[in-house]
């Protein structure tokens, strides 16, 4: 199978009002996909519906090959799913916690036990299974949840604000625990509105804006399609002078100073090794060659739009 | 890709695990536990204690009757006071998961809509079912030591049947409110739809058992355990993954509420026209079956009313008859028949009754608004048994007095009591993808337009040959 999480325009409505609108998505074994956007984009519906959980108004979805409406059962069994908030019961131990629910996928107690062992030793936390969910922090939490959904290893995982409300330092534990889920067999989709996340663990990024898909790529993809190409700035220990001509050729320079200058490089790996050695035979010592950072932030801006200014709505 | 694991395929296994979770959860919950072991072992203790203290205090005035009516009826109480807690649990069981966000990883299990829920039912039944039979053993076990008092094994059968009754009626009741509110505080105020007519059930059974009229409560087990079925029916058809998920508020929306009502009302119609013949096209024919079971309904009444006659006879006096035709168009008149004030009288009459019988339909799937229909014809098949009965020709009397009004009255009954059955069952009847609030509205407009279109222009027409018709008919006939 190629594609492991299929849509075509999918839309949700609730009543008048539409929450997601002609989203076509492809995510293959092995990617992460994420989805970014503002609160209320229509992430969460989306991943809703992926789960099954709200049927689809129009549009089609199939999850490792079975139709999220009319194979609820099968799509189900075929996903695990991280809310926003972790949902545990806190009166409940760890182990009790996930046997209860690996009894759900058919996972009998020790084989439930086992595997939420190795699951938590995998995501940090050996030794916890016996105590209960209460004393747990929030970054504890969010992990168990994650180990939840990973307990009867599903081809897909739809994590939702993963680390949401979260301090960093929390937020960077169930961060660095999704970067080991990574595999060839599982494909991720994880929706967040944190950029720096996104851009960390994103193969492909989608951006949503009210309920649409807006943009689509992989990072560079994004940034080439919405800021432009790369930009490099070369700094060099004396002044300029007439040696830029010489230096960038047909490369475009975006700007300049006495001693250094900016220019577009399409192709980095062509152009930047063709300046330093204009600037060698041109006795130019280079200090720095760097790329200027053109942040996802700024296609984010780009494609969502700057917020209105308070009282603008 | 295929995933090898599943839940358990069965509806039962695939339950008990939500149960048994819940379950444990509860009895680790302190504020769960307490009332449950107070009503378990003190309050039968204070029980006996009571019985003890009636039966030798009745003794002394030689009215053992009483001793020996308050003691099974101690039993009642005993075994009812724990499974009260269940209301509480059973209330909590969706709107709690969902206060505290644990509902959506539990929706996005495999597990099916029915496992799901008749896991929270199982789960609200038990602890308090079970602390209501250990507090029904220990009141028996503290009577047999203190007094030397058995329960007759009927008896205790009886009360055991008639507390899980109780019991399945208000959780299934609760667990339908919890799975269609938002919050425990909103579930909490509509348990009064719950607790209003259980305690009334309470006060019933209580009168009945002091009555010692205990086959009776045969009868409220068995009608009890329909409406079990029929609440779990309800639940089931209602549970509905999308809205205990998408629902974030219970808001009034009056607009919302009169815009659905009106479009469902006008059905597409732009004309007076349009719209009567969309209610004889599109309304009529889905009353089939209510009307059909109505019909059976009415007919059953005429049939026991006629039955009853021997049973309870009037004293009518032969002198009664032979009176009749001289002063039956005066008597008629003095009724208010033959003036437009009587026309009135009986068309406010008939809507007052038929408004109220919707009115009760509404809150008991249609059964409460059946059986009121019901009383009138009932009433006529006895009167027309104990005419019978005196030598007369009940169906001289029936042609003259009843029949020619009766020809458009009795349909409009079948057709207002057809339409409130299925106002009333629309909760259990939903059509997919649509709302219980859409669904019920929806009802409601096509309550409306069979009561608009069909029930008042018959009963404006049957009320005009009540007043105008039947009595000539009935002096000609009757001999006035």
Same mark, same amino acid.
């Given at each position: ?313 | ?278 209610? !004889? =096209?599109?309304? #009529?024919?889905? *009353?089939?079956? @209510?009307? $059909? +079971?109505?019909?059976?309904?009415? %007919?059953? /009444? ?44 009986? !068309? =406010?009459?008939? #809507?007052?009754? *038929?408004?109220? @019988?919707? $009115? +009760?339909?509404?809150?008991?799937? %249609?059964? /409460? ?44 009954? !079948? ?5 409130? *059955? ?10 997919? %993808? ?47």
């Amino acid at each position: 199978m190629e594609y492991v999480i299929e849509t075509l325009g999918l839309t949700k409505r609730f009543g008048d009002f539409t929450a997601v609108s002609d989203v076509t998505l492809r995510v293959r074994p092995g990617e992460v996909l994420v989805l970014l956007g503002p609160n209320g984009a229509g992430k969460t519906t989306t991943t809703r519906m992926l789960a099954s959980i709200l049927p689809p108004t129009e549009g089609q979805a199939r999850i490792a090959g079975y139709d999220v409406t009319t194979h609820a059962a099968e799509v189900r069994r075929n996903i695990g799913l991280l809310t926003e908030h972790h949902g545990l019961y806190t009166r409940m131990r760890a182990g009790e916690y996930l046997a209860f629910f690996g009894g759900i996928y058919g996972l009998s107690v020790p084989d439930s036990r086992r595997r939420a062992q190795d699951l938590l030793d995998q995501v940090g936390m050996p030794g916890v299974i016996d105590q209960r969910l209460g004393e747990f922090s929030k970054g504890m939490r969010q992990k168990l949840a994650l180990v939840r959904a990973l307990l009867h290893d599903p081809p897909v995982l739809l994590l939702d604000e993963p680390t949401s409300a979260m301090d960093p330092a929390s937020a960077r534990l169930v961060r660095d625990s999704i970067l080991q889920l990574r595999s060839s067999h599982r494909a991720l989709v994880v929706t967040t509105h944190n950029l720096a996340e996104a851009e960390q663990l994103a193969d492909r990024i989608a951006i949503i804006r009210r309920g649409e898909i807006a943009a689509q790529g992989t990072v560079q993809e994004l940034k080439l399609a919405h800021v432009g190409p790369p930009i490099m700035e070369l700094r060099a220990a004396r002044p300029l002078d007439g040696d830029v001509r010489l230096l960038l050729g047909e490369l475009k320079m975006v700007a300049s100073g006495e001693d250094w200058l900016r220019y577009q490089a399409p192709v980095p790996a062509e152009a930047n090794p063709r300046v330093l050695a204009a600037a060698a035979s041109a006795g130019l010592p280079v200090v720095t060659l760097t790329e200027v950072g053109r942040s996802l932030e700024d296609v984010y801006l780009r494609v969502v739009g700057a917020p209105a200014p308070r009282g603008e709505g | 890709m295929q995933a090898t694991l599943g839940p358990p395929r069965h509806l039962l296994p695939g339950a008990w695990i939500i149960a048994r979770r819940e379950i444990r959860d509860q009895l680790r919950d302190w504020r769960i536990l307490a009332p449950i072991v107070a009503l378990t072992l003190f309050f039968p203790a204070l029980m006996n204690f009571t019985a003890r203290q009636a039966v030798d205090f009745v003794a002394r005035y030689d009215a053992p009757i009483i001793g020996e009516r308050l003691i099974p009826f101690l039993l009642m109480i005993v075994g009812f006071f724990p499974i009260s807690i269940s209301l509480v649990i059973a209330l909590e069981s969706f709107a709690g998961e969902r206060e505290r966000l644990s509902l959506e990883p539990l929706l996005a299990t495999p597990l099916s809509d029915a496992q799901l829920y008749l896991g929270k039912v199982v789960a609200s039944l038990v602890p308090p079912l079970g602390a209501a039979y250990l507090g029904i053993g220990v009141y028996l076990f503290g009577l047999w030591r203190e007094i030397g008092w058995t329960a007759p094994a009927p008896l205790l059968i009886q009360i055991l049947m008639l507390t899980t009754a109780q019991a399945v009626v208000m959780v299934s009741g609760a667990v339908v409110i919890s799975s269609q509110t938002t919050s425990v505080r909103a579930a909490n105020l509509l348990a009064s739809f719950i607790i209003v007519p259980i305690a009334q059930l309470i006060i019933g059974e209580s009168m009945i058992m002091f009555w010692g009229r205990y086959t009776v409560l045969w009868f409220i087990v068995a009608a009890l355990l329909l409406v079990a079925v029929v609440l779990t029916r309800m639940g089931l058809h209602l549970f509905n993954r999308e809205e205990l998920l998408a629902r974030e508020i219970d808001v009034l929306d009056l607009r919302w509420i009169w815009r659905t009502l009106w479009a469902a009302f006008r059905n597409g119609a732009s004309s007076v026209g349009g719209w009567y013949a969309g209610v !004889l =096209r599109h309304s #009529l024919p889905p *009353l089939r079956p @209510a009307l $059909l +079971l109505m019909v059976l309904a009415l %007919g059953t /009444a005429f049939f026991v009313g006629v039955r009853l006659a021997p049973r309870f006879v009037l004293p009518l006096d032969p002198s009664t008859f032979e009176a009749l035709p001289d002063n039956l168009g005066q008597q008629l008149q003095n009724f208010g028949m033959m003036s437009a004030e009587g026309w009135w009288w009986i !068309l =406010r009459n008939n #809507l007052t009754a *038929l408004a109220i @019988a919707a $009115l +009760l339909g509404m809150f008991t799937f %249609g059964v /409460a608004s059946v059986i009121l229909l019901m009383a009138p014809i009932g009433l006529v098949g006895y009167l027309a048994g104990n005419l019978a009965l005196a030598g007369q020709d009940a169906g001289l009397y029936l042609a003259g007095l009843v029949l020619p009004h009766a020809t458009l009255e009795v349909p409009a009954a !079948l057709l207002a009591g057809a339409a409130v *059955l299925r106002l009333g069952l629309a909760a259990v009847s939903l059509p997919q %993808g649509t709302s219980l609030g859409e669904s019920w509205l929806k009802a409601l407009a096509e309550w409306a337009r069979i009561g608009l279109g069909l029930v008042l222009p018959l009963l404006m027409v049957a009320a005009l040959l009540e007043v105008f018709v039947t009595p000539r008919v009935a002096a000609w006939l009757l001999g006035g």
